[in-house]
């Protein structure tokens, strides 16, 4: 069975960093594509970023470009999401997602997997 | 302001049939992109309800089913149950300028 724990949420001033990690476990984490989503309280959800089985390809919502990192380590079966300029929009709780491939001919995968979030909350 | 636009909420009386729309354009749902729906109970992660357009993992009751249409989707719930209560998404992929994955701006299923 697959699970997956994220961690790492909490109570932030703006403009301080925060690194998310996820736990995973019940499956071969060297082989999937990994995702970070957001939802804010009381609204909908947002993809954050994705990074590739192997850590070479990387991509962000224009929202959080420049300002937050995806990353995993397969040697530990964890993902990460460094988020750096933390702004008070980006509350919100944060879930660590494994995407699962579609049926041909679709070349985009879904999202089969969902943590149970951790909650970021950016205020002074 | 989503990419994908769905009603705000819908409702229905136990035992009827609701229908939830999701409309995308020629960047998105229209470039051949599947759509995928979650279904989101209160208080609790989103799970896969639909996937690829209109399949059903094991598991989810065949009450659920969806259809893909041109630059549109929808989420059909038939026999509604007070269980269905609940926030339905769909999602899928915007090669726009930015190229992402996108979610639908969510749709409220109450039940009478």
Known sequence: QVHLVESGGGVVQPGTPLRLSCAASGFTFSYAALHWVRQAPGKGLEWVAVISYDGTKTYYADTVKGRFTISRDNSKNTLYLQMGSLRAEDTAVYFCVREEEAPPPLVLGYFENWGQGTLVTVSS | ?112
Do not use: M
Request: aromatic share 8%; with cysteine; hydrophobic share 30%.
């Open chain 2, 1 to 112: 302001q989503s990419v994908l636009t769905q009603p705000p909420s819908v409702s229905g009386a136990p035992g009827q049939r609701v229908t939830i729309s999701c409309t995308g354009s020629t960047a998105n749902i229209g470039a051949g992109h599947g759509v995928h729906w979650y279904q989101q109970l209160p208080g609790t992660a989103p799970k896969v309800l639909i996937y690829g357009n209109n399949n059903r993992p094991s598991g989810v009751p065949d009450r659920f089913s969806a259809s893909k249409s041109g630059t549109s989707a929808s989420l059909a719930i038939s026999g509604l149950q007070a269980e269905d209560e609940a926030d339905y998404y769909c999602q899928s992929y915007d090669t726009s300028v930015s190229g992402s994955y996108v979610f639908g701006s969510g749709t409220k299923v109450t039940v009478l």
